[in-house]
């Protein structure tokens, strides 16, 4: 039955008996429910009713429930205790229109079985926009803690949607279904629904098994629907299977039948649990807060990554360095040794943007600090580094020392005068313990807190210039569990339900989940806090260095991207960790965190040679690019190996550099339209069924693909392709291309343009019928707001092959009048060398296309023949293109 929002302006408030018709269309009445077929429920459609408890026959049967045992599957199987058929919890009562869309009353009909049960909800659904509807339930007696986000006000009904939506009435349900066609996208009605104070709980069935989202997990890209039990809950967990990890992410994305998407985000930051059940569907089980459901319809995938970021905020534009090699290592323990892995990389002629320092400079690991004696020339150094073209990022933590004596520590002294840290039950800082022993945790939802932060950070960077932040520990991390007094013993700490969080309590790892924070308290806000921080360094770095703020962080929360990039925490050296990255950093990016990237060949243990020099040929295809080691193992910078695994690392290494235009340009589009830097083969190809589940290869925007070898001792690796050309390839489907230890395989997409560097090219891969497309966005690579003030150019490319090539270009924005004499076109230490802007009336084209001759120029399209890999003559994208050319 037809839902609101179709065609034509909706009803207002004051409008209810026009829109009668409407409201009658809107609600489901009652349906009667036989307590003897109740109970007949297939397993795959179960729903648990004992969820916070065990419960025997007895107690299951008490609460109205069915008990029926059965086999336990690998993710636990179905429940045996579980919802009959019809199980009434609430009943909706009152649907009225209102400005917005619609609002009602839910009156639960019996009491539940939980404590802090809330008798009448409020129930707003707004049709916020023709692809995006928002519903909220909440307490409409009661204030209740809500998420800090912001987010967008719509004030007015859309005039036309792409959903219909409907209200059934006992028991409550929500059913969301696509216009046109009439796929059910969303149905509550499947399971009951719980609110109480620190339990809430919505079920609801899912059109396909194709569900991708609910970060941060060490899983594959489309999530196992087989019971399977995602938690939510932000904590310092080196990355493993089936465990709650850095970051939490409430929001999900599925692939229908035939290729439609949606999407659906919980603004939620409290613990939770999102069981997925084969049949399929799936249950949201929250601690506190609201439910507050966005649902974005699509139609398509990439439109529903969009419309997410239209609610959560589009990705910060990161520096043009920031998208250089980085090198880092806790062990770095001295300016000597630092300065000497920088002049081994030179040496070795690897490009090197960014050096990096752990907690080795720091004095007694305290922040704001350095060694007088390991890093007395520090800023030196620094300053040093400047000068050969380098930009440094250093390691802050969030803990502050709090041991050292009054008016030994300005951090702390000042922290404490001006109230910045997160509070116990008594009212004073509470204690934990992180690297430099006791510490205090600052509290990010404070405003005084950003001061403060802006504070320190700009007393230290007036004594040590630095050009960006690695904020780490920020779930926060805790030594100790809770404080160092421990933790009260109250429902915030001992909730009636814990999710499947590690250590079995919400305060292991962390913080007390009772202390207090300025917003609310941290059984609220704890999963913020990493979000919260970011806020707080990137609007520091802008107010103290005028130009765009690189800050990387380990905990993340829906949102983050808008601020800072994300790496993915302490991965082991080995294989599999290498093959999980894929998946990872391509859910990021749907997620709206494209800056992002692992530990190149692992931090934890030993790496090895082939190991490191995969690692590195596909580290060179991460949006963020870092090799990072953890103290105590072998040495793992690209120059600590052989001559062949160096020259494999130098090849994977320039062909990054070279394509670092094409890769700012994604980043620029993510930065202004919502779009991703990398891509699963299911963005692109939705109407590909066999591109859904393709997780170990990846796409840089449209037009690039990248096969990398992920399992030791192979020499040939299998990916698939979908319909249309690649440059090299022949046919479609899946392939088996050959990849010696020196070579990752990277396939241009015909109908793409893509721009390049050192010196400046493009490759022109034209489609059979001979057009292509692509385009280049260029600034000075680091002033803030350059997009937004007009300081730019953007050149859209569009080339067509008939009997002659044409390639026409059109531009938009200015240039800073001394763009053009300060630039480079290529970042890092390759060489040594600076390269002014190299304008495109004397660039490299190379034409791709079948049957095109062979042939060179400059300043005019370079014909040359189909390639059979990414070789370009005379020498390779990563060996300087045009060089040869240009003589």
Known sequence: ?????????????????????????????????????GCEVPPSHR??????????????????????????????????????????????????????????????????????????????????????????????????????????????????????????????????????????????????LFFADQFLQISTSLPSRFISGLGEHLAPLVLDTAWTKVTLWNRDMAPVPQVNLYGSHPFYLVIEDGGSAHGVFLLNSNAMDVVLQPSPALTWRTTGGILDFYVFLGPDPKSVVRQYLDVVGFPFMPPYWGL????????????????????????????????????????????????KETFKDYPDMVRDFHQRGLRYVMIVDPGISSSGPPGTYKPYDDGLKRGVFIRNAT??????????????????????????WHDMVKDFHDQVPFDGMWIDMNEPSNFVE?????????????????????????????????????????????????????????????????????????????????????WTGDV???????????????????????????????????????????????????????????????????YAFSPAAQDAMRKALRLRYSLLPYLYTLFHRAHTAGETVARPLFLEFPKDPNTWTVDRQLLWGGGLLV?????????????????????????VGWVLLPAPLDTINVHVRAGHVLPLQKGMALVVALTPDGFARGELFWDDGESWQSFEKGDYTETLFLAAHVSTANLSTCQTGTLPKDYGDSSRCGFGMDTGETSPFCALGSAVWCLLGDGIPGGCGCGEPLVAAPWGSLELPPRGLGAGLGEKCCE
């Open 324 to 371: 250089g090699f980085h090198l880092c290592r806790w062990g770095y323990s001295s300016t000597t040794t630092t300065r000497q892995a920088v002049a081994n990389m030179s040496a070795a002629r690897f490009p090197l943007d960014v050096q990096w320092n752990d907690l080795d400079y720091m004095d007694a690991k305290r922040d704001f600090t350095f060694n």
């Open 1 to 37: 039955m037809p839902g609101p929002g179709g065609a034509g302006p909706g009803p207002r408030l004051g409008a209810v008996a026009a829109a009668a018709a409407a409201l009658l269309a809107l609600l489901v009445p009652a349906a009667g429910s036989s307590a003897a077929a």
């Open 482 to 566: 809770g404080s160092q007094d421990g933790c009260p013993n109250n429902s915030l700490e001992k909730p009636p339900y814990v999710p499947g969080v590690f250590g079995g309590r919400l305060q292991a790892g962390t913080i007390c989940a009772s202390s207090q924070q300025y917003l609310s308290s941290h059984y609220n806000l704890h999963s913020l806090y990493g979000l919260t921080e970011a806020i707080a360094s990137h609007d520091a770095l802008v107010r103290i260095r005028g130009k765009r703020p690189f800050v990387i962080s380990r905990s993340t929360f829906s949102g983050h991207g808008r601020y800072a990039g994300h």
């Open 707 to 731: 096969t990398p070898v992920l399992e030791a001792g192979q020499t040939k690796v299998s990916g698939y392709f979908p319909a249309g050309t690649w440059y090299s390839l022949v046919g």
């Open 47 to 192: 729903f648990d009713c004992g969820a916070e408890r065990l419960l025997a026959r007895e107690g299951c049967e008490a609460r109205g429930c069915c008990y029926a045992p059965a086999a336990s599957g690998a993710g636990g199987g179905p429940p045996w205790c579980f919802f009959p058929r019809g199980y009434r919890s609430y009943r909706a009562e009152n649907l009225t229109a209102t400005a917005r869309g619609y609002a009602a009353r839910l009156r639960r009909v019996a009491p539940s079985f939980l404590p802090g049960d809330v008798g009448v909800l409020r129930l707003d659904v707004a049709l916020e926009t023709e692809s995006r509807l928002r519903f909220t339930l909440r307490d409409p007696a009661r204030q209740r803690y809500e998420v800090p986000l912001a987010t967008p006000r719509v004030s007015a009904r859309a005039a036309s949607t792409l959903y219909g939506v409907q209200v059934h009435e006992d028991p409550f349900g929500l059913v969301v279904s696509r216009r046109p066609g009439g796929q059910v996208l969303l149905n509550t009605t499947v399971a009951p």
């Open 572 to 638: 082991e050296s080995n294989w599999e960790q290498l093959s999980y990255s894929v998946p990872e950093v391509l859910l990021f990016n749907l997620l709206g965190v494209p800056l992002v990237g692992a530990d190149i060949c692992g931090f934890l243990g030993d790496t090895s040679e082939e190991l490191c020099v995969r690692w590195t040929q596909l580290g060179a295809f991460y949006p963020f690019m870092r090799n990072h080691n953890d103290h105590g193992n072998r040495p793992q910078e690209p």
């Open 427 to 452: 009212g004073q800082p509470l204690i934990g313990k992180v690297w430099p022993g006791p510490t205090a945790f600052p509290d990010f939802t404070n405003p005084e807190t950003h001061e403060w």
